[in-house]
Nanobody, 124 residues
Framework: QVQLVESGGGLVQSGGTLRLSCAAS????????ISWFRQAPGKEREFVAA????????LYADSVKGRFTISRDNSKNTVYLQMNSLKPEDTAVYYC?????????????????WGQGTQVTVSS
């Protein structure tokens, strides 16, 4: 199986930027589609962005389109989430998740492998 470790979270002012990283180890990284989810206190886990195994297919939640960019570097076993124009409502714990199926999914229940999460806090 694959192990995932997120990093890059922190405290930033509204309008600021952060770049999250999801580093993978274990199985062949290019066999896994990777997605980012987030969960704010008292709210359900929600889909943020997904990148396919090849990196050619990308999905975004409407709430982050035009502000966030997901990318992957299979040579470094890492997926990135570049977050620009951050808003207070982006505050949450951000998780990366992996699955082996070709198609990406916005359903968190369809991902068997998860990182521990990284906190992102956006102040107004």
């Amino acid at each position: 199986q694959v192990q995932l470790v997120e990093s890059g979270g922190g405290l930033v002012q509204s309008g600021g930027t952060l770049r999250l990283s999801c580093a993978a180890s274990g199985r062949t990284f290019s066999n896994y589609g990777i997605s980012w989810f987030r969960q704010a206190p008292g709210k359900e886990r929600e889909f943020v962005a997904a990148v396919s195994r090849s990196g050619l297919s990308i999905l975004y939640a409407d709430s982050v389109k035009g502000r966030f960019t997901i990318s992957r570097d299979n040579s470094k076993n890492t997926v990135y989430l570049q977050m620009n124009s951050l808003k207070p409502e982006d505050t949450a714990v951000y998780y990366c998740a992996a699955r082996t199926l070709v198609a990406s999914s916005a359903r968190w229940t369809e991902y068997p492998y998860w990182g521990q999460g990284t906190q992102v806090t956006v102040s107004s």
